[in-house]
């Protein structure tokens, strides 16, 4: 079983519409959790991290279960720049991390 | 402006003849780290280092070197090079206050072919 999972899509939304994405990890002493994007091509950049109080910026919100293990991300209004891959990334160890294969979103209009 | 640079940004080569890519960052960060990625795979961590002179492996350092002999670069040495580490590879880097140290800020990438 890999460590950090991802349903690898492809998403394909309408604008405007509520996207969600999930990832599973394994270690349950995970400490750290974020989402990253990165453009065809280009490199990751952080979207988020994830707070166990779960965050919200904008139109994106994170969640984190750690009970479940898995952590979410929920894109609404989706526009056309949202296309791209989002990884999930999990920090078992202080100095560890572990990305997700990503999960990748086409918004059409 | 504050970037972490990689060069070459493409390469082929053929296998058994050493390369390195390097890695320099202007942020005055402690943590580098490389990454390479593969279809379906992801990143995977290669080596990465907490400051000067540390530094340790990651999930994948088969084939791999690196030295940390300057807080700014942080090169990668493939000593003989084969065609399984064709790939995308990532430089990174992050600040050491441990409240954001994990965000990391990544080179533009080195695409890597070995013949």
């Known amino acids: 079983r890999k460590e950090v999972e991802q349903d690898p899509g492809p998403f394909n939304v309408p604008e405007g519409a509520t996207v969600a994405f999930n990832c599973t990890y394994s270690?349950?002493?995970?400490?750290?959790f974020f989402w990253y994007r990165q453009d065809c091509r280009k490199e990751p950049k952080l979207l988020m991290s994830v707070y166990s109080s779960g965050n919200e910026d904008g139109r994106f919100t994170a969640q984190l279960n750690r009970a479940s293990q898995y952590i979410s991300l929920l894109i609404r209004d989706s526009k056309l720049s949202d296309s791209a891959t989002y990884l999930c990334?999990?920090?078992?160890?202080?100095?560890?991390?572990?990305f997700g294969a990503g999960t990748r979103l086409t918004v059409k209009p | 402006e504050a970037q972490v640079t990689q060069n070459p940004r493409y390469l082929i080569t053929v296998t058994g003849k050493k390369l390195t890519v390097t890695c320099s960052q202007n942020m005055n960060h402690e943590y580098m780290s490389w990454y390479r990625q593969d279809p379906g795979l992801g990143l995977r961590q290669i080596y990465y280092s907490m400051n000067v002179e540390v530094t340790d492996k990651g999930d994948v350092p088969e084939g791999y070197k690196v030295s940390r002999k300057e807080k700014r670069n942080f090169p990668l040495i493939l000593e003989s090079p084969s065609p399984n580490q064709t790939s995308l590879y990532f430089c990174?880097?992050?600040?050491?206050?441990?409240?954001?140290?994990?965000?990391?800020?990544f080179g533009p990438g080195t695409r890597l072919t070995v013949l």
């Open positions: 990174a880097s992050s600040p050491g206050d441990r409240g954001r140290w994990n965000e990391q800020f």
């Open positions: 990334v999990v920090n078992p160890m202080n100095n560890d991390m572990r």
């Open positions: 270690n349950s002493a995970s400490q750290s």
